[in-house]
DNA sequence: GACCGCTATATGCATACTCATATACTGACG
DNA sequence: CGTCAGTATATGAGTATGCATATAGCGGTC
């Protein structure tokens, strides 16, 4: 999954550590990955044939090792483009806590989603802190949105969710109390 | 993060086999688990003490071992539900996948948006099939019923987007066929 | 000149996860 | 009686991921 991320981002020659910058700056919210991890898979994806490397003089810090896709490497994205959108595993760990939460007599619910709403709106918050930076003109920006955007919609959702249910949870609070 | 998971569904003394079913009745939505991954952290929680197995006949097929909760596990869940709400790292494949969809041309786009629409509706109508049959009085399945709620919210948020998206999509390719 | 933060690559180790495979019992259906 | 679906456990192999750590150049600041 990564090698498709990997090789659109060497739509240009790039770098391992820009590879990894360029990740942080614009893809951080559709996929999560760590630098050891981004060196790997460009290992892998260079002996496997889909993208070359070459040490170059950086201008400020050690040598680089610059990354550049091939023909091979462009067919492999292609073909990962063309491949039927793919849904991953649900992996909630947050609603799984919530889940149980019964367990802990119910007393910690409320506490626990004014938490996630914390959470999750200082995340929304970052997220549209960048949509007015991108310019939706050309293709990729405007790709760009499109993810952002859900993220956006999504986190809302989301904060609805929070709100709505500690709507809910309060009078059973209160209940039990009696 | 399994762990907490296989501890909660064993409020009742249960074999793997049963886990998994449970698993896949009513936790399918928030975390998805094999069978061999389920039968792994099994053996491992029992080696560390949180449960305990005892090899028991079955009425309708081979040999079961039923495991059972033990007050450290109890603990060990408990601990769990008292840590702060985990937000995972974002991964989702299909954004990843959209995010690169200008070097496809940009005339992908729409078939893609679209083929997901229809999945993530898929997904929908299976979550809101579930939602009437859940008891909403007793603790569980209060809880059961809000990490419910959120997969509904957040698919119909999803499907909005998807229309949303595709009504921008659609005049950016008119202007390309020109 | 010492130290800090950023740039830069790489590896080791442990865990988590996926997929395939082996084994075997039971009940229903044709 | 054969076969199939469902019940049931377990392991092997390969991949992905996360976290820590080692190394080292460069530029600025105190």
Redesign the pocket.
Known sequence: ???GILLGLLREPR????VA?EFRRGARHLW??????I??TL??LEKEGHVTSRVEP?????????YRRTASGKEALLAWLAEAPALP?E?FAYLAQLFFMGEAGGGRTLAFLKDLRRRLAERLRTLEEIEPSIDTEDDHGFHTHLTLRLGILAHRARLQWCDESMRRVRPRAARRRR
Not at 59 to 66: C, H, I, Q
Request: hydrophobic letters at 20%; a positive charge.
């Open positions: 999954m990564l090698d770098s391992g550590y820009d910058s999560a990955a760590d630098l050891s991890q060196y790997r290992g892998r950086s201008s400020r810090g050690p040598e680089r090792r610059v595993p992996r």
